[in-house]
Structure formats: C-alpha cells, structure tokens
C-alpha cells in the first residue's frame, strides 16, 4: 500500500499526474464535490447562523467509501482539487467527510499539470484556505435561499415547474431587455455618399463623404452639384502607426474568441479545456488573470527566437481590467511553448492551437503599420471626400495571431495607389445611398459572457453554467429571425447623368443568437415587477464583491447572509401572499362575434391567444401562436386569423387533410402523417393542391431506395443533416458522401458500419431477459430493459456487472419511480387542502 495518497477531481487528471510521481504514491479521483446540500429541503439553517447541512449523494457513497479506506491506509493525505473556491471548498469537503487528522493532511495546488509543478506543490503544501471556503459556501448558500424561495412564487404566480436563480435572472433579463430594445427600435433614415475615383495611372479607389445627408433632397441637390464637377488630391498625410497585441486569454475572453473562430459554444469551450488541462497541456482554464509567470514569459521568448527570430520578439507584462478578479492565477496558456499542437481530437487541436497563439502572439513585437488620410476637393462645392489606407511594413505578432470582433465594422481600410497633393483625378461614380440606423444586436453566448463581465456579474466557474441552465429551462434559446424585406432609394451620378434606383434588402434576420422565449419573458417580468433589487445588475455585483470581500477575510460570511436574508425572505412572503397572478396577459380587443375579449397569454403549452375567459359561463377558445410570434408583437389581426386553423382542405385515400399550426410549425396533415410547411410559409394561404404537392414530395422521399436483408431503406434529411432509416435504425450520412447519388455499395457500406457500432457499444447482452447493458456518452453506461433507460454513474466499472447486480439496479429505479409518484401525490393533495397559505408559511411548518 502506497504511504501517500493524492486525491485530485477527477480521474483523466489522477491519471496525469500518477505518472509524475513515484511508487509511494498514489493518486485517487473525488469525482469533483463529494458533498453538497439536500435536494429535497432547503439544507440552511435559516433562523440560526445560515449553517449548511451538507450530504453525501448515493451517487457518490461508493466514491467516499472506498477514498476512506485509501486514506486509513496512507501516511499522507494530499488534497489536490483545483486552485480556486470550489477546489477549496471540495478539500474541505473531503478533510470533513474522510475524517482526515490535521496533521497527516495536506493541501496543495498547482496552476498546471506537469512533473515540475506537481513536484513543486508536492515541496511546498499548505493548510486548507477556510477564507476560500467560506467564499464558496457563501455564494452557494445565498443562491441556495433565492432559488428555493423564489421558485415556489414563480410556481404559483405565473406556472408550474419554473425556477429562479441570482445570476441566471439578471443574465435573462439582459437578454429579455435587449429584445425589446429590438423590438421598439426606429430605424431613421440618411443617405451616404461613396465615390469612386482613379489616380493619373488609372487606378481605381473608393472614398466617401464623412458625414450622411438626413433628406432625399439634400442627396439629390449634392449630386446636382457634383455634375461637370473636377477632383484633385486636396491634403496627404502619412503618418506611421502600431498594433499592439492581446493580452493571452482569460476564462472570458477564450469563450469569446472560441465562438469567434471556431464557433464553439461556450459550454462546448470549458469541456475541452478542461481535457487539455487535465492532460498536462494547458494552464488552469479558470482564470481573471491575464498574467504570465517568469518560467512562461521566458519559454515563450525561447520559442519565437527559434521559430521567428529576434526582431519579433518583446516580452511584456499585461495589467487586468476585470472587476472583482479572482485568486491570482496566470492567464490560460500552453504547459510548454514548444508545442504547437497536440496529439489530441480534432477540437482539442483547434482549440490549443488559438490558446497557443494568443499566448505566443503577447509576448511579439508590435506590427509596424503606416497609414495615410487622403482628402479630395472638387471645384463645385466645399465639401471633402476623404479615403483611408493601410499598409502593413512590419508584421510582428500579426505573423500569428490578430484577435476577432464581435461586430464587424462596415468600413475597413485597406491599400490606396500611389498619390500625391494637388493630383487630379477622374470621377468614375458617385453615389447616394438610402441607409438605416440599426438596432442594437442580440447577444451572442460569447458576448453575454462579455456584457456579464463587465457589469461585474458571475465568475470564470459561473459563466457555462449559467447559460446552459437559462437555456435548458427553456428561459432563452438560440433562436432564429426570419427577417423582412425593406425597399431603399440609391441615386448614382456616371457619365453626367444621375439615375434613380429603387433596391431592396433583407432586415431584422439573425441565426443563432440568444432569444428570449415566451415564458423568460413572462418570468422576468414578474421578478423585475416584485423583485427589482435581487435581478438589479449593481446588487448583483456587489453580491460578487461581498464574495471576494469573504475570500480575503475581510468579512463574515454568515454577516453577510443575515443582511441580505432579513430583507429578502419578509418580501418574498409578502410577493406569495399579495402579488396578482402574471401570465403575461394582454388584451387585444374584442370578438365581432360574441363580444368576448380577446386576449394574448402564457399558457399551459406555451404562448396562446384565447377568446373569453375561465370565468365565462361557457369555456374560452384557446390558439396557439406562430413559431414567429410574440406575446409582445402580435396583433389583433394576426390573432383572429389563428382561430382560421386548422383548416380542413380535402381527402387523400380516403383520409381527411388539413394544414395547422404547431409548436414547431405550420404543417400539412393526412392520416397520422405530418408534413412541415416550408420555412416562412403562410399555413392559411395553403390550398388543397399546395397541400398534395406536400404530401406527394413526402411520400416520394418515403419511398424506399433500396432493400437490406429483406427490409426497406429510406433516406431523409433532418435536424442534423441526410440520414438513412433502415430497420428503424438511424443512420447519419456523412459528407464523404454524396448523399443525392448513393451507390448500393454505399448504402450498404453505411449501414454495416451503423451494425459494427452498435454492436461495439454493447457491453453485456441478455436476451431471454430483455436485458442490456450499452457504453454511453462521458465514459458513462446505461441499463436498458424495454424503454427503461437507467445511466450509471462513471465509478461503475459496467464490465464487471453480472445479470443479478443489474437486475437490482433495475428493481431500485423501478421502486424510486414509485415513491416519487407517492409523494407528488401527497403534496399536490396538501396543496389543495393548504391552496390560501403562503408558500413561505408552507416552509417554515416542514421545518
């Protein structure tokens, strides 16, 4: 039995880091938190000093059980979890629940994994951070008591199965916020002037006026002005200029850039992170810091010496903007410079790759630019054309790296022909355009995570899981606008002669960015209405600076809870108690012909229009809206054209046809058969022959194309991409293939590869039972019996499982499954008995 014992997070980081030590070690995986609280009760001492009451979940009974034993028989404890709070609080979790004697533990972090900075940790261990800790119980605590207070009012105030969270409500109410700065926009109108002009050699150059005109009138009288008019260089200026480089990436910045260049999610960026950290390549991926240690700064001048040389080398230091930064980490940066890329998947690569450039790219030269203003003057009028060029002379780190925008700029320099003062130059065209003002843009992942961090709101460990959790709650979601069309004027004077030319463009359209859904809407309504403070962006800022305050002792968590909770608790009682129920009600006007309100609202399913309401003696009449549609925008009109549907259009054998409207869109139905309209078409506008030009095209890609041992094959396309369906099994077509001229080799080629797979994914197989056990995404299983799927925790070796260990984990699910319907159906009678009591009230009694 090894004398040390070195429990780290996780297992791909155990096993990195077995490798570093010797045989007197050995180093164990905690699964990241071993303790957490309850999930059934608020598990805070709310009356008391706010003690958390922490337990061990089943999941990881079996984890703590067998570290016990690894830590009875070692000398030396290690704890090695990560170098932030929530590695802190996991260390202290782990001395508490393993029972771990002070003077056989000891702490120690690392900012990466390599065989210098493990053993270095190793020389240099320290006691467990409680300022840290008490950071991290604080922030867990404090959103412990908003979620589980406040969930309960959104339950009964606006619908069933809603949650509220701190940081997750103020980051839906920006974007909720930003959409109806979208929707409220007036766009105005100007007109730019651009022009094109040619030098004494006959080269071409674009420049422009620098200021719009507001009035048709204004464009055409400049025109006007310009006719018969001569050019000549009025002014030259050259002035050189220089480009500095990014500083390396923060956990922020990484995510953003991530999405710039590889369009990555941002969940998507720290899952890959977090592999090339564990495997020894990368720095620690939760960081403020955009510092370098010494050691780096010096390995990264050692590599562009070699593969750049000495004129592109600078080393330099870089200073944080970032309120509140956390512990004082190194930026996120390559383990050895010397690595371009690594032997990992193709995501892994890419991502290093950006890490290592952005890296390399700030310790470069400055690039060496010379950029030159042009203004040009006619003899007609006073008014300057100006033009704008840039020439590169020295690259520097632009060799490697130039950072990315989230907007680009409509107007970029670019290279200007040779000029000189007082040349004359030949109008080629002049033109007037029609432009609008725009509105403001919808957040991007990336650029919430940005807006987020500058409002001081949320830390490096908070940003992924914030926007994953506001979009699962379906809050937000990465939506798509259609756009619609806008009609705009250009004047154009060539040749002596000034022409009018209406065009027509597309506005408003965006594709995956963050869009608020009917029920975010309706909910941060409600919680801006009733609670202001708690969804204030300043509140929720300091909240993080109390955090940061506890983290360096310079306040008591417990104080700090006390403060917020004897405000926060009173109002929520006072909310569930007093408040009007919000549905997002908005009343449109009247039915012509029962008189009836009509009205918009949040429904049970989603956002609906309805006719009457429950108290009417007869039931209302209830429509959904459009996938296009908005409780906000949508009027009077398209409101009654909803209850148009569905619409019955004719037969087809002997089946009646009708076209609808649907959660996920208009669609044409015959039989149990749904064919989806096309992407912004009008379901009242479809005909009986529109309708059977639908259906014959889905019976024509229906039709088989082949048959395999005796079964049909069929092809399609679907959400993600062409597929075949063979004996009820999917099968994705890759672009290898060219999928509108399948050969049978191909077809057949694909779903033997589809058999392979599902073969290979199969680890024990029972038959007679109906029993199997398959390999799951994460390194995870799953049990499967009919259409029972139970996923197993990853410390389960499935391999070793024998039929009557999994038929017991079978029969626990199935009996888990029964008690939970016992209880719900406990508490919804208690709610009918208790339906005028506050839910605050409802708290304290089970207390």
């Given at each position: 039995?090894?004398?040390?014992?070195?429990i780290?997070?996780s297992?791909a980081?155990?096993?990195?880091?077995?490798k570093f030590?010797?045989?007197?070690?050995k180093?164990?995986?905690?699964?990241?938190?071993i303790?957490?609280?309850?999930?059934?009760?608020?598990?805070v001492d709310?009356?008391?000093?706010?003690?958390?009451?922490?337990?061990?979940?089943?999941?990881?009974?079996?984890?703590v059980?067998?570290?016990?034993s690894?830590?009875?028989d070692?000398?030396?404890?290690?704890?090695?979890?990560d170098?932030?709070?929530?590695?802190?609080?996991?260390?202290?979790h782990?001395?508490?629940?393993?029972?771990?004697?002070q003077?056989?533990?000891?702490?120690?972090?690392?900012?990466?994994?390599t065989k210098?900075?493990?053993?270095?940790?190793?020389e240099?261990?320290?006691?467990?951070?409680y300022?840290?800790?008490?950071?991290q119980q604080?922030?867990?605590?404090?959103?412990?008591l908003?979620?589980y207070?406040l969930s309960?009012?959104?339950?009964r105030?606006?619908?069933?199965g809603?949650?509220?969270?701190?940081?997750q409500?103020?980051?839906v109410?920006?974007?909720?916020?930003?959409?109806r700065?979208?929707?409220?926009?007036?766009?105005?109108?100007s007109f730019?002037?651009d022009?094109e002009?040619a030098?004494?050699?006959?080269k071409?150059?674009?420049?422009?006026?620098?200021?719009?005109?507001?009035?048709?009138?204004e464009?055409e009288?400049f025109?006007?002005?310009?006719?018969g008019a001569?050019f000549?260089?009025?002014e030259?200026t050259t002035?050189?200029?220089?480009?500095?480089p990014a500083?390396?990436?923060t956990?922020?910045t990484?995510?953003?850039?991530?999405a710039?260049k590889?369009?990555?999610?941002v969940?998507?960026?720290?899952t890959?992170?977090?592999?090339?950290?564990e495997?020894g390549?990368?720095?620690?991926?939760r960081t403020?810091?955009?510092?370098?240690?010494?050691?780096a700064r010096?390995?990264?001048?050692k590599e562009?010496?070699k593969?750049?040389?000495?004129?592109?080398?600078k080393?330099?230091?870089?200073?944080?903007?970032s309120k509140?930064?956390?512990?004082?980490?190194?930026?996120?940066r390559?383990t050895?410079?010397?690595n371009?890329?690594v032997?990992?998947?193709?995501?892994?690569?890419r991502?290093?790759?950006l890490?290592?450039?952005r890296?390399?790219?700030?310790?470069m030269s400055e690039?060496?630019?010379?950029?030159t203003?042009?203004?040009?003057?006619?003899d007609k009028h006073?008014?300057?054309?100006?033009?704008?060029?840039?020439?590169?002379k020295?690259d520097?780190?632009?060799?490697v790296y130039?950072?990315?925008?989230d907007?680009?700029?409509?107007?970029?320099?670019g290279?200007?022909?040779?000029?000189?003062?007082?040349e004359?130059?030949?109008?080629n065209?002049?033109?007037?355009?029609?432009?609008?003002?725009?509105?403001?843009?919808?957040?991007?992942?990336?650029?919430?995570?940005?807006?987020?961090?500058?409002?001081?709101?949320?830390r490096?460990?908070t940003y992924?899981?914030?926007?994953?959790?506001?979009?699962?709650r379906?809050?937000?979601?990465k939506?798509?606008?259609?756009?619609t069309?806008?009609?705009?004027l250009?004047f154009v004077?060539?040749k002596?002669?000034i022409?009018?030319?209406?065009l027509?463009?597309?506005?408003?359209?965006d594709?995956?960015?963050?869009?608020p859904?009917?029920?975010g809407?309706?909910?941060?309504?409600?919680?801006?209405?009733?609670f202001?403070n708690?969804?204030?962006?300043?509140?929720?800022a300091?909240?993080e600076?109390?955090f940061d305050d506890?983290?360096t002792?310079?306040e008591?968590?417990?104080?700090m809870?006390?403060?917020f909770y004897?405000d926060?608790h009173?109002?929520?009682q006072d909310?569930?108690?007093n408040?009007d129920?919000?549905?997002?009600e908005r009343i449109l006007g009247?039915?012509?012909?029962?008189?009836?309100p009509?009205?918009?609202?949040?429904?049970?399913?989603?956002p609906?229009?309805?006719i009457?309401?429950v108290?009417d003696?007869?039931?209302?009449?209830?429509?959904?809206l459009?996938?296009?549609?908005t409780?906000?925008s949508?009027?009077?009109?398209e409101a009654?054209?909803?209850?148009?549907?569905?619409?019955?259009l004719g037969e087809?054998?002997?089946e009646?046809?009708e076209v609808?409207?649907?959660?996920?869109?208009?669609?044409v139905?015959?039989?149990k058969?749904?064919?989806s309209?096309a992407k912004?078409?009008?379901?009242?506008?479809?005909n009986f022959?529109?309708?059977?030009?639908l259906i014959?095209?889905?019976?024509?890609?229906?039709?088989?194309i082949h048959?395999?041992?005796g079964?049909?094959?069929?092809?399609?396309v679907g959400r993600?991409?062409?597929?075949?369906k063979?004996n009820n099994i999917?099968?994705?077509v890759?672009?290898?293939?060219d999928?509108?001229n399948l050969?049978?080799e191909d077809?057949?080629?694909?779903?033997?590869?589809?058999?392979?797979?599902?073969?290979?994914?199969?680890?024990?197989?029972?038959e007679?039972?109906?029993?199997?056990v398959?390999?799951?995404?994460?390194?995870r299983?799953?049990?499967?019996?009919?259409?029972t799927?139970?996923q197993?925790?990853?410390t389960v070796?499935?391999?070793?499982l024998?039929?009557?260990e999994v038929?017991?984990?079978?029969?626990?699910?199935?009996?888990t499954?029964k008690?939970?319907?016992?209880?719900?159906t406990?508490?919804?009678t208690?709610k009918k008995?208790?339906?005028?009591?506050?839910?605050a009230?409802?708290?304290?009694?089970?207390?």
């Amino acid at each position: 039995m090894a004398k040390n014992l070195v429990i780290v997070e996780s297992p791909a980081k155990a096993k990195t880091i077995e490798k570093f030590l010797g045989k007197d070690y050995k180093v164990a995986s905690s699964f990241g938190h071993i303790a957490d609280l309850p999930t059934k009760e608020i598990g805070v001492d709310t009356e008391g000093d706010f003690t958390p009451k922490y337990i061990v979940s089943k999941d990881k009974k079996d984890v703590v059980r067998k570290l016990k034993s690894l830590a009875k028989d070692a000398e030396t404890v290690w704890l090695a979890s990560d170098e932030d709070r929530e590695g802190e609080a996991i260390a202290w979790h782990l001395a508490e629940e393993l029972k771990l004697k002070q003077e056989k533990t000891k702490r120690i972090v690392f900012h990466e994994i390599t065989k210098s900075a493990i053993l270095n940790a190793i020389e240099n261990p320290r006691g467990i951070n409680y300022n840290l800790v008490n950071a991290q119980q604080a922030r867990r605590v404090l959103d412990r008591l908003v979620g589980y207070e406040l969930s309960p009012v959104l339950w009964r105030k606006v619908k069933g199965g809603l949650s509220a969270g701190r940081v997750q409500s103020v980051a839906v109410r920006l974007i909720v916020e930003r959409e109806r700065e979208i929707q409220n926009f007036t766009p105005e109108a100007s007109f730019r002037i651009d022009a094109e002009f040619a030098n004494e050699d006959g080269k071409a150059f674009r420049a422009k006026l620098p200021k719009n005109f507001e009035s048709r009138e204004e464009a055409e009288k400049f025109l006007q002005q310009n006719l018969g008019a001569e050019f000549k260089v009025a002014e030259l200026t050259t002035k050189p200029a220089k480009k500095s480089p990014a500083p390396p990436f923060t956990t922020s910045t990484l995510q953003q850039e991530a999405a710039r260049k590889l369009y990555f999610s941002v969940s998507k960026t720290m899952t890959l992170a977090q592999r090339l950290y564990e495997a020894g390549h990368i720095t620690y991926m939760r960081t403020d810091s955009v510092n370098l240690s010494n050691d780096a700064r010096k390995g990264a001048n050692k590599e562009i010496l070699k593969a750049y040389g000495d004129k592109y080398a600078k080393s330099r230091q870089f200073k944080g903007k970032s309120k509140g930064a956390q512990e004082a980490h190194e930026a996120i940066r390559p383990t050895n410079f010397e690595n371009h890329s690594v032997n990992a998947d193709r995501d892994e690569q890419r991502l290093y790759e950006l890490i290592w450039k952005r890296a390399i790219a700030s310790q470069m030269s400055e690039a060496q630019l010379e950029r030159t203003n042009v203004k040009i003057e006619a003899d007609k009028h006073n008014k300057h054309f100006t033009a704008n060029g840039e020439v590169l002379k020295f690259d520097g780190f632009l060799k490697v790296y130039l950072e990315g925008k989230d907007e680009e700029d409509e107007e970029q320099s670019g290279m200007l022909p040779a000029l000189r003062e007082g040349e004359q130059l030949k109008n080629n065209f002049i033109t007037a355009t029609e432009r609008f003002t725009r509105p403001p843009y919808r957040y991007t992942e990336a650029s919430l995570v940005k807006k987020l961090e500058e409002l001081g709101i949320g830390r490096p460990s908070t940003y992924a899981p914030t926007i994953s959790t506001i979009q699962n709650r379906n809050y937000i979601e990465k939506g798509s606008a259609e756009g619609t069309d806008r009609d705009y004027l250009q004047f154009v004077l060539e040749k002596g002669e000034i022409a009018e030319k209406k065009l027509t463009e597309t506005v408003g359209s965006d594709k995956g960015k963050l869009m608020p859904t009917a029920v975010g809407m309706v909910v941060n309504d409600f919680l801006v209405n009733h609670f202001s403070n708690i969804l204030d962006y300043n509140f929720t800022a300091k909240v993080e600076q109390n955090f940061d305050d506890i983290a360096t002792g310079n306040e008591e968590w417990t104080h700090m809870m006390k403060e917020f909770y004897k405000d926060f608790h009173p109002q929520v009682q006072d909310v569930a108690k007093n408040a009007d129920r919000e549905v997002g009600e908005r009343i449109l006007g009247e039915d012509p012909e029962t008189g009836k309100p009509v009205s918009v609202r949040l429904g049970k399913f989603g956002p609906m229009v309805q006719i009457g309401s429950v108290e009417d003696d007869e039931k209302p009449k209830f429509a959904s809206l459009g996938p296009d549609q908005t409780l906000d925008s949508v009027t009077y009109e398209e409101a009654m054209e909803l209850f148009q549907l569905p619409k019955e259009l004719g037969e087809y054998k002997g089946e009646k046809v009708e076209v609808n409207n649907g959660r996920y869109g208009p669609y044409v139905k015959f039989g149990k058969k749904y064919v989806s309209l096309a992407k912004g078409e009008d379901p009242l506008n479809v005909n009986f022959d529109r309708a059977m030009e639908l259906i014959k095209a889905k019976e024509k890609a229906d039709a088989p194309i082949h048959e395999y041992e005796g079964k049909p094959v069929q092809k399609g396309v679907g959400r993600f991409g062409p597929y075949l369906k063979w004996n009820n099994i999917f099968i994705n077509v890759n672009k290898k293939y060219d999928f509108d001229n399948l050969s049978i080799e191909d077809i057949e080629t694909l779903i033997e590869d589809k058999k392979r797979k599902e073969r290979e994914k199969v680890i024990h197989n029972w038959e007679e039972e109906g029993i199997r056990v398959e390999k799951a995404r994460w390194g995870r299983s799953n049990v499967i019996k009919g259409k029972t799927k139970i996923q197993l925790p990853k410390t389960v070796d499935a391999a070793k499982l024998s039929l009557d260990e999994v038929k017991e984990i079978i029969e626990k699910n199935s009996k888990t499954k029964k008690t939970t319907k016992k209880k719900t159906t406990k508490k919804t009678t208690a709610k009918k008995s208790t339906a005028k009591k506050s839910t605050a009230k409802k708290t304290t009694k089970k207390k």
